[in-house]
């Protein structure tokens, strides 16, 4: 599955579980009050340093988050072109907080899955999800270096990127 | 009437592995204390944990209507009176948990324990391995629960999971004939992030055994891996680690579990 075709795919799932699709670079929106349900993919420097490989992030913000969020989140890389059984995939506790996991793919990091406090004491929690859009389609084409990866048919993320990929 | 077992599993998202442990132990202490303060006599009270559920289970409660309604009173109780460094409330009741709960089970024989906590309500349903996918569990009574969950790839008794993760460590130690450094705070580590370890054997560049071996055993810790060393105690460049769940696709996990040691090796 092409980088883009991923994006597509997310783009759809996240779309059908009724996120508001973002533009790339209108990361700001993260900011607006009251329920939100957001998703999108986020253009290099949109997003501060958080522990993941690749430049591009896939965005999703579900304030307040239904219960099975978790279970979309893995639901949404399946539609990605992983099979889950065929991988290991371990929730890493964030030290920091009771509320932060890092999710290793195989032993490498996938993506950071954060529940945020709700506004009041007894509300509902909300839930962040970060993926690395170069770790997921690294799996999902079996590629061991993102320059390989197909972008759309035959461009590479190799030639879209020439620095980063050297 | 004949005794019967009783069984509470709290049921959640991933908790802290360090939370784990003393979280069954004050759980079986605290029941333990409310049983006799009740005069339930119960034939014995053990708590069991893995990254996703505390188990209680109590052996031979006597049955009949008392038992039921202590039982349904008890378990509440001793969800509230859980205790852990870091907490948040996830929902609109507001009680206190590391990660969110997504399931209460709780019988008494065939009989279900009613009651409501952390925003649910009691029931005889649970899940098995998630990487199996979302497979849901109805227990028909409490003395059918550890075998269930087996058969869902799930080892509930931490002893159980340890001694396969042992027994593990020791087969695939005699296949490669080298020695695997079982260290036990590794160990521990994998017995509260895997439900069902499964092992799994990698290597790295033979170039990275330049490094002074304390590096290399230190990187392969951090990742939870255990380090291969031959008969003099000489590391090789081979490691153990463990999976969860299944054995399927043991190519990709081997090849990830190697990239990220050697990212770790490269960087130290």
Redesign the interface.
């Known amino acids: 599955m092409d980088f883009q075709d991923i994006i597509f795919k997310l783009d759809r799932f996240w779309a059908r579980q009724g996120c508001a699709l973002l533009p790339p670079g209108a990361a700001g929106a993260a900011g607006l009050p009251g329920p939100l349900c957001l998703a999108g993919a986020a253009a290099p420097g949109a997003s501060a340093p958080d522990g993941l490989p690749g430049l591009y992030r896939y965005l999703v913000l579900m304030r307040p988050a239904p ?1 099975d969020v ?2 979309l989140f ?1 639901n949404s890389i399946k539609e990605a072109g992983i ?11 964030d ?1 920091g ?3 932060a ?1 890092l999710v ?5 990091p996938l993506a950071g899955f954060r ?1 945020l ?2 506004p009041a ?5 909300g839930a962040e999800i970060r993926i690395s859009l170069e770790r997921l389609a690294m ?1 999902s084409q079996r590629k ?1 270096r993102a320059a390989d990866l197909a972008w759309s048919g035959r461009l590479t993320y190799g030639a879209l990127h020439p620095v980063e990929a050297a | 009437m004949t005794p019967r077992d009783a069984l509470l599993e709290i049921f959640s998202e991933p908790l802290p592995s360090g939370s784990v442990r003393p979280a069954a132990d004050r759980l079986k202490r605290l029941a333990g204390e409310e049983f006799s303060r009740r005069g339930l006599p119960a034939a014995s009270v053990e708590a069991y944990g893995t990254c996703r559920r505390l188990v209680l289970y109590a052996a031979g409660l006597p049955c009949g209507a008392p038992s039921g309604k202590a039982l349904s009173e008890i378990f509440p109780l001793l969800l509230g009176r859980l205790e852990f460094a870091r907490t948040m409330s996830w929902e609109a009741s507001g009680f206190l948990f590391p990660a969110p709960v997504r399931g209460l089970l709780a019988l008494h024989g065939e009989r279900l324990v009613s009651f409501s906590a952390a925003g649910l309500k009691s029931g005889r349903v649970t899940e098995g391995q998630e990487s199996l996918g979302p497979r849901r569990l109805s227990l028909p009574a409490a003395e059918k629960y550890f075998k269930a969950l087996e058969h869902a790839s799930v080892l509930v008794k931490d002893d159980e999971r340890l001694a396969a993760m042992r027994a593990a460590l020791a087969s695939a130690s005699r296949r490669m004939k080298l020695g695997i450094e079982a260290h036990e705070e590794t160990l521990r580590e994998n017995l509260y992030s895997a439900e069902y370890p499964v092992p799994v054997v990698s290597g790295f560049a033979q170039e990275f055994l330049a490094l002074p071996p304390e590096r290399v055993r230190a990187a392969l810790r951090s990742l939870a891996f255990f380090p291969v060393s031959d008969d003099d105690g000489r590391l090789q460049p081979y490691f153990a680690a463990f999976r969860d769940g299944v054995s399927k696709g043991q190519r990709n996990v081997e090849d990830g579990y190697r990239a990220a040691l050697e990212l770790r090796l490269a960087a130290s």
Do not use: N
């Open positions: 219960a978790r279970r893995l099979d889950r059984s065929e991988h290991d995939l371990r929730w890493l506790s030290e907080g009771p509320a996991w290793l793919l195989d032993g490498l529940y406090a709700p004491a007894r509300g509902a929690a799996v061991k």
